[in-house]
RNA sequence: GGGGACGUAGUUCAGUUGGUUAGAACGCUGCCCUGUCACGGCAGAGGCCGCGGGUUCGAGUCCCGUCGUCCCCGCCA
C-alpha cells in the first residue's frame, strides 16, 4: 500500500492505487503525493523518461483516483524526505490509470487548518479521509478488538439482543419505531441491553458481554451522543471486585491496543468521599482534591471564622487549590466567585467565598500559616476558601446541603482549573487516572416530581447493612427527609479524568427484595407487572446472583485519541440538534407512510 | 427550556467611528519551470457579507426576528 514502501523494496516492480494528494509539478517532472489509508508515497513522472505517461499526469488534481505501476526508486541523499515513512524512496512511474476524477472538494482531506464542523459533518466522506480520523477510526477497531479478545479469552460470550424492544428501566427518553403490523403500537429501541442481559443470566449463559449500539433521546454535549456504544456485560455469582477485576483486565487490554500501558487496579472511593473531597461523582485526579481545614483549627479559630464570614461549622471549609496558578492580579482574585460555578449548581447561593487568598493571609496570618500547612500548599499554588452560609435550616436540609455545598465548590474547582490550565498543567491527556467510585446512593429525591427515584435503576441491589433502613422507611417515597437517600446501592461507575466510562452494578436476584423496592418507589404491584411483568416473572425460576457492568466505548477511543468531542471518534456522529448533516436525517415522511403507520401528524 | 460564542470567496479568516470599488492566505484556472515534498514564478476567475425585516441619505458594520453550527446549564442512572 502507498505507505508501506520502504528502502528494502527498493528496485521492485510495484503497483500502487490511492487518491492524489498533493501535487507539484515542475514542469519537466512532475510528483504527486499518493495516499490512501496506510500513508503516502511520493511518484514521479518524468517526461524525458516516459513522455506519455508525463502529459497524462498533467491532468491529474486533487482528489483523483489512480492506479500507478512502475519502479521503487532509492532516492538520492538530497531529496530524502525525513517526514514521511516512505520518504527515503519514490515510484518513479511507467503506467498510469486514472480510475476517477474529482470535483474540487470543499476541503482538502492534507490541509493543515480545519474546516467548520457543519462542512466537515456535511462532507463527512472528505473528513473522514483525513490522516487524523483515519487514525481515529483504525484506533477505534482495535480497542474494540482488543476488548472482543480479552473477554472472549476470558469466557465471555458476545450475544446479541434485540434493538426493536420496549421501554428499559433507565430514565432517560425513548426513541420510538411505529409498528405497522401493530397499528398504534411501538417498539423502543434500547437504552442499554439491561434487561436482556439480566435474563440471560437467568439463561444460564453466566458470562455475557456485548459492544452493542444503545440509544437516548437526550440533549446532546461533546461526550453524548444519541446512539452510542457500549461494551455491555454481566456474569452470574459475582462479588463487585470481581466485575471491577474483568474491566480492568479489558481496559489493560484496550489501552494496550492504543499503545498505552494502565496499571491495576485502579484507585477506589466511596460516593460520599468523592463529594465531599471533588464535589462531583466524577472527578478529575490530576487535579488535587479539596481539603476540609477545620481539622486544622482549634474550636476559637473555627468561631472566629464563623463568626466573620457567617458561614456554618457544622459544615465543611473547603480549601479549593490549583497548583502553580501563581501570582495573580488583585481584580482577578476578586473577581473568582464569578465564574461559572453560580450557573452549575441550582439552588440559592449559599457560598460564602474566601476569594483574596492575599488578603485573607493579611487579616488571620496565624490561621492561614496553619491552613496552608495543613493542606500542604505551596508557594506559588493559588488558593481560596469557601464555606457553607449559615441560615437557620433544619438538621435534613442541612444534610442535604453538604452535598449541595461541595458540589458547588467542585464546579468552582473545576472551573478555576479550567481557567490557569496552562499555569498548572495538570491537564495531559496522556497522564490516565482511573478510578472507581463505590456506594452510590440507591435512590435520590427527584425535584420536579417530588418523589425519590432509583439513582441505577430499580434491579439494583443495596448493602446488606441498610436493608434494616429500607424495610423502615419503605413507604415514604414522598418525604424529601426520608432516610432512604442513605441507603447505599453495590452500584460502581469507572471513571478516566473527569468522564464517566461506565456504570454498573450487583442486581437484585430475589423476588421479596424486588418487590420491596417496587414499594420503596411507590410503584404499585400493577404497576410493576405492567412495565416489567416478563421481568419479574422470569425472577421467579431460579434466578442467581448476578451483575454487571456497561462502559462507553466512544468516550475510551475520544481519550485514547486524545479528542475533545464524540464526533471525533464516530464516523457518522449528529450534531447537537441530533441531526446527521450528510444525510439530512430526520426527515419527514409521506402521507402514505404515515397512513400505513396509523399516524396522524398534529398540523 | 435557559446562557454564551460564531456565521463574509471553494476553505480559513480580516474588515476601524455606519461612508462610496469588501480584502488576505490557501485552494481553483491558464502559462513558465528537471528534484520538489506546505515547490517556486507570472497572470486570472471567484462574494445573496446565513436569511427576513427595521433604523439611516447610506448597513458586512447598528436594532429586532429567524435559521444553522459549537460550548455549557437543565436533562441524560
Given at each position: ?190 437504552q442499554s441491553p439491561q434487561l436482556f442481559k439480566q435474563i440471560l443470566m437467568i439463561s444460564g449463559f453466566d458470562k455475557y458481554f456485548q459492544i452493542v449500539r444503545c440509544f437516548r433521546d437526550e440533549d446532546l454535549r461533546a461526550d453524548r451522543q444519541p446512539e452510542f456504544t457500549q461494551i455491555d456485560l454481566e456474569m452470574s455469582y459475582p462479588q463487585p471486585e470481581r466485575v471491577w477485576e474483568v474491566v480492568e483486565g479489558f481496559l489493560s487490554a484496550a489501552f494496550k491496543a492504543g ?345
Open positions: 500500500m502507498c505507505g508501506e514502501l520502504r528502502l528494502s523494496d527498493a528496485g521492485r516492480k510495484a503497483v500502487l492505487m490511492g487518491w492524489v494528494g498533493r501535487r507539484r509539478d515542475l514542469g519537466s517532472i512532475i510528483f504527486v503525493d499518493l495516499r490512501d489509508r496506510s500513508g503516502i508515497t511520493q511518484v514521479v513522472f518524468n517526461r524525458e523518461k516516459n513522455p506519455a505517461v508525463h502529459q497524462k499526469a498533467e491532468q491529474l488534481r486533487n482528489e483523483y483516483v489512480i492506479a500507478v505501476i512502475g519502479t521503487v526508486k532509492q532516492r538520492d541523499p538530497e531529496t530524502i524526505n525525513k517526514n514521511i515513512p516512505s520518504g527515503e524512496v519514490e515510484l518513479a512511474v511507467d503506467e498510469l490509470r486514472i480510475l476517477n476524477v474529482s470535483k474540487q472538494p470543499p476541503f482538502l482531506p492534507g490541509d493543515a487548518g480545519l474546516a467548520n464542523e457543519e462542512t466537515r459533518l456535511k462532507y463527512r466522506y472528505l473528513d473522514l479521509r483525513r490522516e487524523v480520523m483515519q487514525f481515529n477510526i483504525e484506533m477505534r477497531h482495535k480497542v474494540a478488538k482488543a476488548i472482543r479478545d480479552y473477554l472472549s479469552s476470558q469466557g465471555f460470550f458476545e450475544i446479541e439482543t434485540p434493538f426493536m424492544t420496549r421501554s428499559t428501566p433507565e430514565g432517560a427518553r425513548d426513541y420510538l419505531v411505529p409498528s405497522r403490523v401493530q397499528p398504534g403500537s411501538f417498539y423502543a429501541l434500547p499503545g498505552v500501558e494502565i496499571n491495576p487496579p485502579f484507585l477506589r472511593i466511596t460516593y460520599d468521599q468523592a463529594i465531599l473531597q471533588y464535589g462531583n461523582d466524577k472527578p478529575d485526579m490530576r487535579l488535587p482534591a479539596m481539603v476540609d481545614v477545620r481539622a486544622a483549627l482549634t474550636p476559637e479559630e473555627l468561631n472566629e471564622l464563623a463568626t466573620k464570614f457567617r458561614i456554618h461549622k457544622e459544615l465543611p471549609i473547603q480549601l479549593i487549590r490549583i497548583p502553580k496558578a501563581g501570582d495573580i492580579s488583585g481584580t482577578e482574585r476578586r473577581t473568582i466567585g464569578t465564574y461559572g460555578a453560580y450557573q452549575h449548581v441550582q439552588g440559592p447561593s449559599f457560598v460564602q467565598l474566601m476569594t483574596d487568598p492575599k488578603r485573607f493571609a493579611k487579616d488571620y496570618p496565624a490561621i492561614s500559616e496553619k491552613i496552608l500547612s495543613f493542606a500542604k500548599i505551596e508557594p506559588d499554588d493559588l488558593w481560596l476558601l469557601a464555606g457553607a452560609i449559615d441560615k437557620p435550616e433544619s438538621q435534613a436540609a442541612r444534610e442535604q446541603s453538604v452535598q449541595h455545598f461541595c458540589e458547588k465548590c467542585g464546579f468552582l474547582r473545576l472551573d478555576l482549573a479550567q481557567k490557569y490550565a496552562a499555569k498548572h498543567g495538570a491537564f495531559q491527556k496522556r497522564d490516565f487516572r482511573f478510578l472507581w467510585v463505590t456506594d452510590f446512593p440507591m435512590f435520590e429525591w427527584d425535584k420536579t416530581e417530588k418523589r425519590w427515584n432509583p439513582a441505577h435503576h430499580p434491579f439494583t441491589s443495596l448493602h446488606e447493612e441498610d436493608m434494616a433502613k429500607l424495610e423502615a422507611n419503605i413507604d415514604s417515597v414522598n418525604d424529601p427527609q426520608s432516610p432512604l437517600g442513605e441507603i447505599r446501592a453495590l452500584a460502581y461507575d469507572v471513571v478516566l479524568n473527569g468522564t464517566e466510562l461506565g456504570s454498573g452494578s450487583i442486581r437484585i436476584h430475589r423476588q421479596d427484595i424486588q418487590r420491596k423496592i417496587f414499594q420503596a418507589l411507590g410503584m404499585s404491584e400493577e404497576e410493576a407487572r405492567a412495565r416489567f411483568g416478563f421481568f419479574l416473572e422470569a425472577l421467579e425460576y431460579g434466578t442467581p446472583p448476578h451483575g454487571g457492568i456497561a462502559l462507553g466505548l466512544d468516550r475510551i477511543v475520544m481519550i485514547l485519541a486524545g479528542a475533545e468531542s464524540l464526533r471525533e471518534v464516530i464516523p457518522f456522529p449528529k450534531t447537537a440538534r441530533a441531526v446527521d448533516l450528510m444525510v439530512d436525517a430526520p426527515t419527514p415522511v409521506s402521507a402514505a407512510q404515515l397512513k400505513e403507520l396509523g399516524i396522524q401528524l398534529k398540523s
